[in-house]
């Protein structure tokens, strides 16, 4: 081969390292892969798949009992359910091995549905125990700017709250972590319609910020209008995932599923 050749040839080679394969489509941002879970001999979570690109809100949805608390209780790697197989990835990191405190570490925030507001502790004192270790997300200032109410009661004992407010702080404490990925169950259980109103306004503060969130709620309605997909689960198998408009404008999907 002579120089001239052996030039063109380095040439295409260096094109080619540079320039990005059209096929290979990038990997989420957050993925599961045939996921099975277990409470004892019970099998619940039955090869649920699916991913979930960054910035993205998912309503994870289904009827009582389908298996929706228990997926993302599978993703936050709690000791319940137990997984058997398949795999968990966030931002290139596979999680599946790792427990719940170490999932934690990498950016995953479970916010579940009893908030787990620490009785005996100020406001205050729940966000900056929420920073204790390593690696922290969002100052104080930073959360109270966005939490004016939080800032106002940062005195008063969490669990005095009211169950808005304590959603509130549920949301903020999560951000107090390096998040990457928020896992909301049921935000709007228990709540008065008033109170649904300003949570709704939060978490679409939440999605303003860009930040890739689950969110597991009754109230399907109110969950579609926040995300940009939808995730409906049935006896823990994902029966359907597309935008969260096809739900809204197919009655008969929603009935099915949904019983709306």
Same mark, same amino acid.
């Given at each position: 081969?002579?120089?001239?050749?052996?030039?063109?040839?380095?040439?295409?080679?260096?094109?080619?390292?540079?320039?990005?394969?059209?096929?290979?489509?990038?990997?989420?941002?957050?993925?599961?892969?045939?996921?099975?879970?277990?409470?004892?001999?019970?099998?619940?979570?039955?090869?649920?798949?699916?991913?979930?690109?960054?910035?993205?809100?998912?309503?994870? =949805?289904?009827? &009582?009992?389908?298996?929706?608390?228990?997926?993302?209780?599978?993703?936050?790697?709690?000791?319940?359910?137990?997984?058997?197989?398949?795999?968990?990835?966030?931002?290139?990191?596979?999680?599946?091995?790792?427990?719940?405190?170490?999932?934690?570490?990498?950016?995953?925030?479970?916010?579940?549905?009893?908030?787990?507001?620490?009785?005996?502790?100020?406001?205050?004192? &729940?966000?900056?125990?929420?920073?204790?270790?390593?690696?922290?997300?969002?100052?104080?200032?930073?959360?109270?700017?966005?939490?004016?109410?939080?800032?106002?009661?940062?005195?008063?004992?969490?669990?005095?709250?009211?169950?808005?407010?304590?959603?509130?702080?549920?949301?903020?404490?999560?951000?107090?972590?390096?998040?990457?990925?928020?896992?909301?169950?049921?935000?709007?259980?228990?709540?008065?319609?008033?109170?649904?109103?300003?949570?709704?306004?939060?978490?679409?503060?939440?999605?303003?910020?860009?930040?890739?969130?689950?969110?597991?709620?009754?109230?399907?309605?109110?969950?579609? &209008?926040?995300?940009?997909?939808?995730?409906?689960?049935?006896?823990?198998?994902?029966?359907?995932?597309?935008?969260?408009?096809?739900? =809204?404008?197919?009655?008969?999907?929603?009935?099915?599923?949904?019983?709306?």
């Amino acid at each position: 081969m002579n120089q001239l050749d052996q030039a063109k040839l380095a040439s295409a080679m260096e094109e080619q390292i540079m320039s990005p394969v059209e096929d290979q489509a990038a990997p989420a941002f957050f993925s599961v892969t045939d996921i099975h879970a277990y409470y004892g001999e019970s099998y619940i979570v039955q090869g649920v798949s699916f991913a979930v690109q960054e910035g993205e809100i998912i309503a994870l =949805l289904g009827r &009582n009992g389908a298996g929706k608390t228990s997926t993302l209780r599978t993703i936050a790697r709690t000791d319940t359910p137990e997984l058997q197989s398949g795999e968990i990835w966030l931002n290139g990191e596979a999680l599946h091995e790792r427990k719940a405190h170490e999932a934690a570490q990498s950016g995953i925030q479970l916010v579940p549905e009893d908030r787990r507001i620490i009785q005996g502790l100020t406001v205050e004192e &729940n966000l900056i125990l929420a920073q204790v270790a390593e690696p922290i997300g969002w100052e104080l200032d930073r959360i109270y700017a966005h939490f004016p109410r939080l800032a106002e009661r940062r005195k008063q004992e969490g669990v005095t709250l009211s169950g808005g407010e304590q959603q509130m702080l549920a949301v903020a404490r999560a951000l107090a972590r390096d998040l990457k990925l928020l896992l909301l169950d049921e935000p709007y259980e228990g709540l008065a319609p008033t109170i649904v109103h300003e949570i709704e306004k939060i978490l679409m503060e939440v999605k303003e910020m860009g930040i890739t969130t689950i969110v597991v709620e009754q109230n399907a309605i109110a969950a579609l &209008n926040l995300a940009d997909r939808a995730l409906i689960l049935d006896m823990g198998q994902i029966v359907f995932d597309g935008t969260a408009q096809e739900v =809204l404008d197919d009655a008969d999907l929603r009935q099915q599923y949904l019983a709306i």
